[in-house]
C-alpha cells in the first residue's frame, strides 16, 4: 500500500508541473503570486519541469521554486520568494565546457555594472542602500565574479544585511543572488557618538586583547606560536553614545552555538565525517601494532559514564576508529547508541561517546534530553555551573587544574527557551593555559540541563602533550600591539541589530524581524584578527603573514616593454611573489610551474619561493599527474629554456600527443634546427598559435627564458 502511495504522488507531482499557473489559482494563491513573482523577472524555459516547495520564515511563507530540464544536467533555475512577492534568491545553473581556461571575456568593472543592473531590476528599492565591498582580485580557477553588498545607513555600514551575486565572467549572466534583509528596523542616528580616540580608549579598557598559543601543523607534527587576538568574540562591542562594553545577539551562529563552541554531537560527526573510516580488518591491524583498546572495552568505558544513562535499552548503532585531529598520532573510538520509543512515544532517543583508544580516556559524550512545552527550568546558571565545575573537577581533575573559566560560553545557546531568562540549557566552557597564557583550541566543556539538574554533555579538546610551547618573555608591548591593531585592522562604526534571545531563536536570517538597532564600535571586517606576538604583523589562520587577496603590484616594471602583459596576469591572480617581478632575470622551474598552475585547475596552496617542501611538492604531483611535466623532469631550482617552456605549455593545452608526430611540421623560426628533435612539432604548434614568438626571425629554442618572456609567452598562451 506504500508503495503504491508513493508511486501516485509522483505521478501528481509530474502532471502538476504540466498545468497552466490559472489552476495554482484554486489551490494557493500564494504559490501563484510567488510564480508570477518570478516569471516577471526572469526568462525560464516553458519545457523545464516545475517543484515547489515552502517553509516558515518569522511567521511568513517563503517559496522555493525550482524548475530543470528533464535530466536536471542541461540546466536548473531555482527562485526564492516571500509570501508578498519578494525576490530572496535565484540560482542558474548552465552546463558550460571549462575544459579551456582563457581571458574571461568580461572585465570584473564590466561584471560589476551587470550585477548593479541585476539588483535594480529585482529588487530596485535596496540598490542605493548598498556599497560594495572591494574585492579587486580575480583568479582563473573560478568562471564567475563575486560580489558581496553591505547596506549602509547614513554611510555606517549594516554588516547584517547584504547582497550576495555571482556573474559569469564570459556571458555576464548573473549565476546567483541571494538578499538578507531587515526591514522595519529604526536606526539611531550618530550625533551624540563619542569620537575614535575615545572609541579606542574604550575598546582598550573594556575589551582589549589578550595573549594566546595558537598552532599550525607541519606533518604530523604540531607547532604552537604565541598571538594578540581580541578577548571576547565579536558579538561584544563599544556602544557608541556611552562608551560601555555590550553583548549583542547574533542570527549567524545558528546551530554552532556562541563563542565558536559546537554541540558535542555536531563536533563528533563532523571529525568522523573529515576522515578516512577504517575495515574491520585494518581495525584489527591498528589494535594489533598500536596496542589500541577493543570495541568492547570501549562500549564497556561508555557504559560506564553514569550521566549518559546507557541502559539495556540503549543499542549500539554505530562505532568508528579514527585518527584524532589535529594530532594525529592518537586514535579515538566514536560510539553512538539509540533506543526505541515508548510505544505511543515519538521522541528519539540517543547518545554518543567518544573513548581514546589508547588510554581508553573520555574524550566527549552527550545524550539528547526531550522536553515537555510545560517543562521549566528548576536551576539557575549559577547551580548548573557549580554542577559542572565538581564533574570536571571529578572526571578529568589534573586537566580541570590547569584551565580558567572562558568568559565567552556565558553566551550560551539555549536550544530549548521559550521566552528570556528561561533557558532549559546551560553550556560552560574551561580553556587550558599554559606559561600563563590560554590555548583556545584546548577547552574542557560540560553541558547542564537546567530542568531535571543532570550533566548532559562533555567535550574535551586537548592536544600538544608533547609539543614546544615557546616563551612569552620577549613578546610585544600590549601598547604595541593596540597600535597594530589599530593601524592594520581599524576600529570602525557600525550598525548592528539586538535581537531578544526569542526572536533568535524563531527566525533563521532575519528578515522582517523587530529588533532593536545599536550603534557601535568594533573591529573592521575582513582579516584575521591575530598579530604575531613579537612582530605586530597580522597572520592568517595557518600561522603565516597575512596576505590580502589582490594583484601583486611590482616596483620595477613601469618602464619594462612587457609590463601590460605582466600585470595583466597579475589582475587574474598569475603572479609571483613581489615586490620586484625582476623581469631580466631567467626564470626557474619552480616559478615558471607556478605562473603556469594558476591558469590550471588547482586549488593546492599558493605556492611561493618561500612555501613548504610540501606544499611545492603537492603542485609538481599536481602538475605531473597532469601531464605536464614527467617525473624524471622535475627540477625546481633549474633554468628554464625557451624550447621547454613551450613544451610545458602545450603539454597543459592536452596537445602533447599531436606535438609528438613525426614529419608533419614546419616552422618559420630560421633557427629551429637548433631545436631538439622532439620538441619541434611543440615549437610549431606554439608558432602557429601565437604563443611563442621569435626574434629577427629566430626562436632561441636553448636560451634561457626570462620571467618577462615566460609571462608573454603564458599570456599569449591564455589569448589563442
Known sequence: MKKKIALLLTVIMLFAAMIPLQAFAAEDKGLEKAITAAREKFSIPANYIFTPESYIDNGKKVWNLNWSSKTGEDGRISVTVSEDGAILGYDKYVPVDHSKRRFPKLSRQEAEVKAEEFIKNVNPSVLSQLKLQENNYSSFKEYSYYFNYVRTVKGIPFYQNN????????????????IN????????????????DAAKKAYVDKLGLKLVYRYTSEGEKLKFYSVYTPKYSDIFAIDAFTGEKIQLNDMYYGAFGRGGEYDTATKEAAMVAGEVQLTPDEINAVQ??????????????????????????????????????????????????TKNSEK????????????????????????????????????????AKKAV?????????????????????????????????????????????????????????????????????????WFG??????????????????????????????????????????????????????????LKLGKPQYLDSRTGDILDYDGKKFKENK?????????????????????????????????????????????????????????????????????YSFLIREGVLKKSEKAPKSAVSKEDGVKYIIRAMKYDRVAE??????????????????????IAIAEGMGIAKGSDGNFGPKGLLTRAQAAVMIYNYLMA
Open 551 to 619: 594583484p601583486v603590484e611590482y616596483t620595477d616594471i613601469d618602464t619594462h616593454a612587457n609590463k601590460k602583459e605582466i600585470m595583466v596576469l597579475s589582475e587574474y591572480g598569475v603572479s609571483l611573489q613581489g615586490p620586484e617581478f625582476k623581469p631580466d632575470s631567467s626564470i626557474t622551474q619552480l616559478d615558471f610551474m607556478t605562473l603556469l598552475c594558476k591558469t590550471l585547475n588547482y586549488h593546492g596552496a599558493n605556492v611561493t619561493s618561500d612555501s613548504s617542501s610540501a606544499d611545492i611538492d603537492a603542485m
Open 163 to 178: 547582497v550576495n551575486l555571482s556573474v559569469d565572467t564570459d556571458t555576464g549572466e548573473v549565476r546567483s543572488y541571494y
Open 661 to 682: 608526430l613525426k614529419g608533419i611540421f614546419k616552422s618559420s623560426f630560421k633557427d629551429i634546427d637548433k631545436a631538439s628533435a622532439d620538441l619541434i612539432g611543440y
Open 181 to 196: 534583509w531587515s526591514d522595519e528596523l529604526a536606526f539611531p542616528g550618530a550625533g551624540k557618538k563619542i569620537d575614535m
Open 288 to 337: 594489533d601494532m598500536s596496542g589500541l583498546i577493543s570495541q568492547e572495552k570501549a562500549v564497556e568505558t561508555a557504559k560506564g559514564i553514569k550521566p549518559l544513562k546507557l541502559t539495556d535499552e540503549y543499542k549500539l548503532t554505530n562505532a568508528n576508529l579514527s585518527k584524532s585531529w589535529p594530532d594525529r598520532q592518537q586514535y579515538i573510538w566514536y560510539l553512538k547508541f
Open 344 to 383: 505511543g512515544n515519538e521522541r528519539y532517543y540517543y547518545a554518543s561517546a567518544s573513548i581514546n583508544a589508547k588510554t581508553g580516556e573520555i574524550i566527549s559524550f552527550d545524550r539528547n534530553v526531550p522536553y515537555n512545552e510545560a517543562d521549566k527550568a528548576k536551576y539557575s546558571k549559577d547551580d
Open 465 to 522: 602533550a608533547n609539543s614546544d610551547f615557546p616563551g612569552v618573555s620577549n613578546v610585544l608591548s600590549t601598547d604595541k600591539a593596540y597600535e597594530r591593531l589599530f593601524a592594520d585592522i581599524g576600529l570602525e562604526l557600525q550598525y548592528k541589530a539586538q535581537y531578544s534571545e526569542v526572536d533568535y531563536l524563531k527566525s533563521s536570517m532575519p528578515r522582517n524581524t523587530n529588533a532593536e538597532v545599536k550603534l557601535i564600535y568594533s
Open 389 to 461: 565545575e565538581k564533574f570536571l573537577g571529578e572526571l578529568a581533575p589534573e586537566k580541570f587544574k590547569q584551565t580558567e573559566y572562558n568568559e565567552d560560553s556565558e553566551i550560551y545557546y539555549p536550544v530549548y527557551k521559550e521566552a528570556d531568562n528561561d533557558a532549559k540549557e546551560f553550556s560552560f566552557s574551561y580553556t587550558r593555559k599554559v606559561n600563563g597564557i590560554q590555548i583556545p583550541d584546548n577547552s574542557i566543556s560540560a553541558g547542564y540541563d537546567a530542568v531535571n539538574g543532570e550533566i548532559t554533555r562533555f567535550n574535551m579538546s
